[in-house]
């Protein structure tokens, strides 16, 4: 299977990281993608950009040199509400809102909240997909929420790094099992690297191995290409005016 569009990418704005818009096109030419997606941290994270950044991202072109650029972010959840860290306007005008939780920016929660959060975040509308949700470090009921992306049509991320950062070890398990509901239960998924070095762009092995392992239907994961990403972010309210698929 290939995915042509990395959904999750990290600049330099994010404070860890380490590479720039201009060498995410580079190396997406190198790697033969046709997109990525812009998505760096929430302002809540230590070192992250302000809301400026974000809304300044309309400055950057649609297309760089054949390779497609989504303007989003990794908005982080703040609370077990499913609040996050940026406000309603700036959420709307972005092409994709992956929500996440990191620990750092919401500590002290148990499953049960994770998961309240979680199902709060897909029930608001506001986000697409749903990042690392199999996160070992703010574990989630996984069939809940499994069901929830369902209801709500919210992509479950399958993150690469998630086999590789110390910050979320032990995750292979529960990403495992969202792969092995997820199918069943026919949720939306993408497969994503979550890179914050040039490096990792379009790097997908270990989530690869994992959905090949569960036998996740190549039909469920909406980022293989630009034109199927482009279409399910159409489906949830985004790109109104870009990205002409004729749909
Ligand atoms: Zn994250
Ligand atoms: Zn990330």
Known sequence: ?????????????????????????????????????????????????????????????????????????????????????GEDRLLDQLDLVIGSVHPICLPGGGKREYTKGAIAMMASGKIQVLGHPGNAQAPVEIEEVVRAAREYQVAIEINNSS?????????????????????????PFVVSSDAHVRYDLGVFDGALALIDQQGVDESLIVNTNAEKFIEF???????????????
């Open 233 to 247: 972010l159409k489906r949830k309210g985004k790109l109104k005016n870009d990205f002409n698929t004729g749909i």
């Open 1 to 85: 299977m290939k995915i042509l569009v990395d959904t999750h990418v990290h600049t330099l704005a994010s404070g860890h990281a380490y590479s720039t818009l201009n060498d995410y096109i580079e190396e997406a030419k190198i790697k033969g993608l046709e997109m990525f997606a812009l998505t760096d941290h929430g302002i809540r994270m230590p070192g992250g950009p302000d809301l400026y950044h974000f809304y300044n991202q309309i400055v950057i072109p649609r297309e760089v040199g054949g390779i497609k650029i989504l303007r989003g972010i990794e908005a982080n959840m703040i609370d077990f509400e499913g609040s996050l860290d």
């Open 163 to 187: 086999f590789l950062t110390p910050s979320r070890r032990g995750s292979e398990e529960n990403c495992a099992r969202f792969c092995e509901l997820g199918h069943k239960h026919g949720v």
